[in-house]
């Protein structure tokens, strides 16, 4: 069985500051994994996915995850927060041996960026 | 603007009413998913239409019933709903079989109420 679990329901963090906003995963076999933002009455985008390789994922509005096999992890980092990064973000999972399009979603991080 | 078009973006209906969702996307996509974001809860997976087959149906109530003509083209028909079923559902899309890798792309959302 696939899972996603986000330990946070609300992350606060001043403008300028680093922040994290984290996420574990289970799955039977190897991962793929993804976060999604979703701003007020939106639909989810895409912001970041890792499939094979580096560890680290760059992505977009300068966005970066890490892999943690052994942590079985993929927390969403950024090195300094912008108040326009306000928002709703998920960490998804597909299991990439299960044969199936099943992409699964965590409950999601509230993510307030101070002024 | 992601590819993925849902009508209507608002739908109020009573629980004796019927009444369609729709969803439709030309990214060449041959998955299709139909997801129920509640407040508080985590996002549900409701279906999973592969190549206009259904190969995931989530325990969904059967007032609930999918229908995927072809592979742009989604739909949710709704009937006897209840006020727990008030939500905003999403519909997504994703390559398949060998891009089991890429990302799904979401709809705005139909935000439901039924009274």
């Known amino acids: 069985a696939q899972s996603v679990a986000q330990p946070e329901d609300q992350v606060n963090v001043a403008e300028g500051n680093p922040l994290t906003v984290k996420c574990t995963y289970s799955v039977s076999g190897n991962p793929y994994l993804f976060w999604y933002v979703q701003y007020p009455n939106r639909g989810l985008q895409f912001l970041l996915k890792?499939?094979?390789?580096?560890?680290l994922v760059k992505g977009s509005y300068g966005f970066e995850a890490e892999f943690n096999k052994s942590q079985t992890s993929f927390h969403l980092k950024k090195p300094s927060a912008l108040v326009s990064d306000s928002a709703l973000y998920f960490c998804a999972v597909r299991d990439r041996q299960a044969g199936a399009n099943n992409l699964f979603f965590g409950t999601g991080t509230r993510l307030t960026v101070i002024p | 603007e992601t590819g993925v078009t849902q009508t209507p973006r608002h739908l109020v209906m009573g629980m004796t009413n019927k009444k369609s969702l729709k969803c439709e996307q030309h990214l060449g996509h041959n998955a299709m998913y139909w997801y129920k974001q509640s407040a508080k809860k985590p996002l549900e997976l409701m279906f999973v239409y592969n190549f206009k087959e259904q190969t995931e149906n989530n325990s969904v109530p059967s007032r609930f019933s999918p229908e995927c003509p072809n592979s742009s083209h989604l739909f949710l028909h709704l009937h006897t709903l209840q006020p727990e079923d008030s939500a905003l559902y999403l519909c997504?899309?994703?390559?398949?079989?060998?891009?089991?890798?890429?990302?799904?792309?979401f709809g705005q959302g139909t935000r439901l109420t039924v009274v």
């Open positions: 997504a899309s994703s390559g398949t079989g060998v891009v089991l890798s890429t990302e799904a792309f």
């Open positions: 890792y499939i094979t390789g580096d560890n």
